[in-house]
């Protein structure tokens, strides 16, 4: 199993992919800005825009909630 410790990743476009890569893989918002040098707020402002297929998710889950409302 790899060791990914707890140094901070790089502020590169490789910033954005691991943050990238934590999100989309479930890690908690406070690990991942942990692991990163932010506070959560920085993270979800400048990164969970990066999320591939979010706004997707987004709208099933809104349809989800919303559809159970019409049952």
Do not use: I, K
Request: hydrophobic share 30%; with cysteine.
């Amino acid at each position: 199993m790899y060791n990914w410790g707890r140094r901070h990743a790089p502020t590169t476009s490789g910033g954005h992919l691991s943050v990238r890569t934590c999100l989309t893989a479930g890690m908690p918002f406070a690990e991942t800005a942990s692991r990163h040098g932010h506070d959560v707020d920085t993270m979800l402002r400048f990164y969970t825009g990066t999320v591939l297929g979010e706004t997707e998710r987004g709208n099933e889950l809104l349809d989800e909630f919303y559809g159970s409302f019409q049952r």
